[in-house]
């Protein structure tokens, strides 16, 4: 079936500019997570979502940043007025629900701010 | 706050040489501990996991074992191949609250030579 898809895969924005990315979960999955890649570091959690329930937004950076999921299907993350240090990887991914359950990444969107 | 801590990188190993790498967390409570594990030009997977103390995981012939005495989750190999080159992260999952967020080491990179 279907994995985890993201798009766009690459995205070059003049810094400023807002950008706007897109995850497409697996079907049926209740649980969708956004988390940012930058060079030489680890991947950190940004925001989740599960089913109905209120967003955990805690590891959104700054309120330039935001993300909307519409029940249990496509998410977007919103990055307003770009800065140089948003450049990363942005990864998605998808579960069933719950610690126990695996996440399934998508390939990730790599975004660079100029 | 939880946090994951694997050695520095990069290794570089030839074939069927013994492959250790190590990982160390803190966390309250009792995570899940997970291997995750990105191919050249691929995204990120998930390898192996161990949802308790003293469970193994296993996958591909990798190992790991949950060590709570120890807070480790060291991934191991017996005899590498050149296909086993990639970017490992170690990760874990609070299972407590409601978010299942993962939790990254900085990454290593493995690098088999024939």
């Known amino acids: 079936g279907a994995g985890v898809s993201q798009s766009p895969s690459n995205k070059v924005t003049e810094k400023g500019k807002d950008v706007e990315l897109r995850c497409d979960p697996i079907s049926g999955h209740t649980a969708l997570y956004w988390y940012r890649q930058r060079l030489g570091q680890g991947l950190e959690f940004l925001i989740y979502f599960q089913g109905n329930s209120a967003p955990d937004k805690s590891g959104l950076p700054s309120d330039r940043f935001s993300a909307e999921r519409t029940g249990e299907s496509v998410s977007t993350l919103t990055i307003q007025r770009t800065q140089q240090e948003d450049s990363a990887v942005y990864l998605c991914?998808?579960?069933?629900?719950?610690?126990?359950?695996?996440?399934?990444f998508g390939p990730g969107t790599r975004l660079t701010v100029t | 706050g939880n946090s994951v801590t694997q050695m520095e990188g990069p290794v570089t190993l030839s074939e069927e040489a013994f492959l250790t790498i190590n990982c160390t967390y803190t966390?309250?409570?009792?995570?899940?501990l997970f291997w995750y594990v990105q191919y050249p030009g691929e995204g990120l997977q998930l390898l192996l996991k161990?949802?308790?103390?003293?469970d193994k995981g296993s996958n591909k012939g990798f190992e790991a074992t949950y060590r709570k005495e120890t807070t480790s989750f060291h991934l191991e190999k017996g005899s590498v191949q050149v296909s086993d080159s990639a970017v490992y992260f170690c990760?874990?999952?609070?299972?407590?609250?409601?978010?299942?967020?993962?939790?990254f080491g900085k990454g290593i990179t493995l690098s088999v030579r024939p």
């Open positions: 161990a949802t308790k103390a003293d």
């Open positions: 990760a874990l999952s609070a299972n407590t609250g409601a978010n299942s967020k993962l939790t």
């Open positions: 966390a309250t409570g009792y995570p899940s």
């Open positions: 991914a998808s579960s069933a629900g719950g610690a126990r359950y695996e996440q399934y």
